[in-house]
């Protein structure tokens, strides 16, 4: 029998930088979703308030497995 994956999007945000938003978003992510197969980095975002970066956002397509 195959297998069939569900594709799904999120943003997550972290003031230190993309790869810890990123962290933060694949942890998130596998708090509320089963069987998570990959994700990646659709885009990637900074706010900038006078004239420095306050936050790094990332927005991640995460796919996972549905079940049987």
Not at 28 to 50: D, F, H, P, Y
Request: charged residues 30%.
């Amino acid at each position: 029998m195959s297998s069939v994956a569900r594709v799904t999007e999120i943003i997550a945000s972290s003031k230190k930088s993309f790869d810890d938003a990123i962290a933060n978003g694949v942890r998130r992510a596998t708090k509320t979703l089963k069987n998570v197969a990959g994700a990646w980095v659709a885009s990637q975002e900074m706010v900038i308030e006078k004239g420095k970066v306050t936050e790094y956002r990332v927005r991640l397509k995460v796919t996972f497995v549905l079940a049987e």
